[in-house]
């Protein structure tokens, strides 16, 4: 069974950090690229951040460039998004999605369709 699952999400205040987990099972790792998305109330699924799981590539939104940072640790199946000098429109809930990628093919996917499994979420909360 293919499973996600966030966590580290908080309540931090405007200009701290957080570093959000997304370990997984079920599944290849280095067959898959991981991406995270957020949701803020009221507001579409963001897609804000991407790696590819084979070969590193990265990809981040405009919105999160600069201030946060994926990486992956294949040996432990688990996806990491650190997040520094976190502002009050960063507050959502943060969900990682994986997508399983062909070698040869594209290993960044930033649309919501492109993932085939999605975890359940972990809030995050900024205050200002």
């Known amino acids: 069974e293919v499973q996600l699952v966030e966590s580290g999400g908080g309540l931090v205040q405007a200009g701290g950090s957080l570093r959000l987990s997304c370990a997984a099972s079920?599944?290849?790792?280095?067959?898959?690229?991981i991406g995270w998305f957020r949701q803020a109330p009221g507001k579409e699924r963001e897609g804000i951040s991407c790696?590819?799981?084979?070969?590193?590539?990265?990809y981040y939104a405009d919105s999160v460039k600069g201030r946060f940072t994926i990486s992956s640790d294949n040996a432990k199946n688990t996806v990491y998004l650190q997040m520094n000098s976190l502002k009050p429109e960063d507050a959502a809930v943060y969900y990682c999605?994986?997508?399983?990628?062909?070698?040869?093919?594209?290993?960044?996917?930033?649309?919501?369709?492109?993932?085939?499994?999605w975890g359940q979420g972990t809030q995050v909360t900024v205050s200002s």
């Open positions: 079920g599944f290849t790792f280095d067959d898959y690229a």
């Open positions: 999605a994986a997508r399983y990628t062909v070698v040869g093919g594209p290993a960044i996917f930033l649309a919501e369709y492109e993932y085939d499994y």
């Open positions: 790696i590819s799981s084979s070969d590193g590539s990265t």
